[in-house]
Every structure is written in C-alpha cells, then in structure tokens.
C-alpha cells in the first residue's frame, strides 16, 4: 500500500517560532509538494521538489522554505510562524516524466497547524 | 495563471439519483484531469483520472472530457450519504514536474 507519511497530524506553535513539517513517501515518486488547505480558498501550492536538492516555488512561498536531502523526505520550514499560517498543510508525491498520464499526487494525512 | 474552476456548492442530491460535478480549465495545454474526494478533515483521495476526450467508467463513477471545451465532469449513479463530500477537480500539463493544479472543489450533500 503506497503510504505519505507526515510527521505531525495537529501542532500548536507560538508566534516567531521556527516550525518543521516532515513528509516522507515510501513510493519511490520524484515529485513531492507542500500545499497548504483553507475555507474557501482550496489547496494551494506552497513549494514542490521534483528531485534531490532542487526545488521550485509555487503560488504562496512567502513565510516559508523547504528542503530534500533525500529522494524520500521533504521539509517544510516556517521560518518565523505567524497567526497567518494556521491552516491544513498537505505533503503529496507524484511520478515524473515525460508521456507519464497518469501523475496522481498521492496525499498525507495532513497537518493542521494552530499559530497562537 | 492556469487555474481550474469549479462550483461551490453545496450541491444536494437525493439519494439513489445521479451527481453531477463540473469543472472547467483554463490552460489548453494540460493534458490529465482527476477527480479527487474529500472527506471532512481528510485528505484527498483519487476517484478517477482521465487523459483522452470521452467518457471513462469505474463503478458508479463515470468521468468525462471534452478538450475543445475545456471542460471536465464527474458523474455519480446511484447516490449514496457516503458520496456526502467535498469533490476536487484537478488538471495536470502532461509529464511536468510542475503538480497539479485544483479547483476550490464542489461540496456534494446526498439527501437519505
């Protein structure tokens, strides 16, 4: 059974706090992606990685950063936490390559992250 | 800015009757669509993807796709209260590395 793996299903962290989300895949999926859910606004894309080290902004980087040291494993990083970045946080991997049709992004659990 | 829309909702249907879902796309060049559900406080899992125009079964899910008119749905037969959740479309450019891009997803309610 394919499985995405985040490290923490509810967190509360203090404004100014440096916080770490991990996500680990166990699918072998070059792609992974850190979305963040809010009412109204659907999931949005924060940053995705579609290879060891690389990384590529998507629609709301400001505020945050990420990092994969290992194909497996992507970090997401909220420099300084702020009441605005409480929401749901998504980690998903996908497949790369060219003629690839099927590129399913397979989800975590989710991490709901309170800011107070 | 490829963006992907689609009806709020909530969408309420009788039970045992069909759903219908619809979205529609703005980047001509994607090339796969999937239909995600959303459970309340879950995350998304896969019900259907479709790459070819037509229409594509699995069960009571039927999706369908006409590219001209850039414009994906997803239909469910024989609704049940268990079909009750937040629906997510989402387009694909074909092979990229670039993710998915999804709708604000449709929030289906099947009356008992």
């Known amino acids: 059974d394919v499985k995405v793996t985040q490290s923490s299903r509810y967190l509360v962290k203090r404004t100014g706090e440096k916080v770490f989300l991990e996500c680990v895949q166990d699918?072998?999926?070059?792609?992974m992606f850190w979305y963040r859910q809010d009412p109204g606004l659907g999931l949005r894309l924060i940053y995705f990685?579609?290879?060891?080290?690389m990384k590529e902004k998507g629609d709301i980087p400001e505020g945050y950063s990420v990092s994969r040291e290992k194909k497996e494993r992507f970090s997401l990083i909220l420099e300084s936490a702020s009441t605005n970045q409480t929401s749901m946080y998504l980690c998903?991997?996908?497949?790369w390559g060219q003629g690839i049709m099927n590129t399913e992004a397979f989800f975590g659990q989710g991490t709901r992250l309170t800011v107070v | 800015q490829k963006e992907v829309e689609q009806n709020s909702g909530p969408l309420s249907v009788p039970e045992g009757a069909i759903a219908s879902l619809n979205c529609t796309y703005s980047?001509?060049?994607?090339?796969?669509f999937f239909w995600y559900r959303q459970y309340s406080g879950k995350s998304p899992e896969l019900i259907m993807f479709?790459?070819?125009?037509g229409d594509k079964e699995d069960g009571r899910f039927t999706a369908q796709l006409n590219k001209a008119s850039q414009y994906v749905s997803l239909l469910i037969r024989d609704s049940q209260p268990s079909d009750s959740a937040t629906y997510l479309c989402?387009?694909?450019?074909?092979?990229?590395?670039?993710?998915?891009?999804f709708g604000k997803g449709t929030h289906l309610i099947i009356q008992p």
């Open positions: 998903a991997s996908s497949l």
């Open positions: 980047d001509r060049g994607s090339q796969s």
């Open positions: 479709i790459y070819s125009n």
């Open positions: 989402a387009a694909e450019p074909g092979g990229g590395a670039d993710g998915l891009t």
């Open positions: 699918m072998d999926h070059e792609n």
């Open positions: 990685s579609y290879d060891v080290k």
